[in-house]
């Protein structure tokens, strides 16, 4: 199965401990995976210029075109991300809005090819116990992603409470339901 690992994150925290968790069950059951950080790569904004709507494909060159075949391509993704202000970082929703293109190609152009057993698992960790609005936004944002790289089925794990790097690990049955989901979005349907 091909599985792509996505870290939210530009440092190295909280969600990237619970990504690397999830990622070492993959490769237990030797699943084929591709982690990316959009924090390391160069990704231009979308800047609305519309020149994908008749192809589905963007215009800008940079990064994205080595990414847009893995979104494609894999049959589940993870994606870890802390929550800043309510919301994904920056370097993360810079992917996701560079997916302009995929929506018009699926929504407008009709082209997508629709694969109803690709899955999703989303790990949230924020710094407010109380940030519930914030693991609600940022699910929000990254649900409409799914849906537009046509995944229709996710689970979303948010763990509040958690700022300071690592700090994550004193709470061991965190890992365990990471574990848990992980293995549960890696069987077949």
Known sequence: MKILAIH???????????????????????????????????????????????????????DMDKIYPLLKDSQRIIIASPIFFFSIPAQLKLLIDRCQCLWYEKYVLKRFNSNESRKALVILVGGMKKGEIGATCAEATIKAFLRTIDIKTHKTLSYLGYDNAGEILKTPSILKEVTAETEELLKDD
């Open 8 to 62: 939210g994150s530009p440092r190295i925290g909280n969600s990237k401990i619970l990504l690397d968790e999830a990622v070492r069950i993959c490769n237990l059951k030797k699943h084929e995976i591709k982690q990316i950080n959009p924090c390391e790569l160069n990704i231009s904004g979308c800047n609305a210029c519309n020149g994908c709507s008749t192809t589905g494909v963007c215009v800008i060159r940079d």
